[in-house]
């Protein structure tokens, strides 16, 4: 799901961009591109030129500008294909823009993965819960079914004893 919300954001945002793009407007790409803010998980977004340099940027936290460029794949700009990447907590996205059919640049989304720790957590603690209900319950049951079951055993034991000690008299 992270990597569709980033890839439908990007695509958006390369389609918005196109022209602003072709025209060399970077005001109105850093415009465009400023509606990424609208999802909490993007940390940086660029609009890249061919050529590798950036066209527009976001991001969410300015001071870790030069973090999220480290980050950046060399070959990012030059990508003419959808690409994504998980990282250690990011996930890396680019997405060619075009105009009449020719490539003019790429749209780079980097997300941190906070969401999909968040499930996971929630997922954990859900199974962990349930498994301690259910053992709990199993030990309950057992003690119940053991005594149910084993009494006749037990008294069939004491018989079978019985007769075996009264057989050997």
């Known amino acids: 799901r992270v990597v569709r919300d980033a890839d439908v954001l990007a695509e958006v945002v390369g389609s918005n961009s196109s022209t602003a793009l072709a025209a060399g407007d970077g005001r109105a790409a850093s415009e465009t591109l400023r509606a990424v803010a609208a999802d909490r998980h993007v940390v940086h977004a660029a609009i890249l030129l061919p050529d590798g340099g950036s066209f527009a ?30 990282g250690d907590d990011t996930l890396l996205l680019t997405r060619p823009v075009r105009l009449d059919g020719e490539w003019i640049g790429t749209v780079l989304i980097e997300s941190d993965l906070l ?43 004491r018989i079978a004893r019985t007769l075996i000690d009264d057989h050997r008299q």
């Not at 999220?68 to 070959?75: E, N, T």
């Not at 349930?130 to 069939?156: D, N």
């Open 57 to 86: 940027e976001y991001h969410r936290d300015p001071a870790a500008a030069a973090e999220h460029q480290r980050g950046v794949p060399p070959d990012a700009s030059s990508r003419t294909a959808p690409w994504h990447a998980f």
């Open 115 to 157: 969401e999909i720790r968040a499930n996971t957590l929630a997922l954990v603690r859900i199974i962990g819960a349930v498994l301690f209900g259910t053992f709990w319950i199993a030990l309950f049951l057992g003690s119940r079914l053991q005594r149910t079951i084993s009494a006749p055993l037990l008294e069939l034991t």
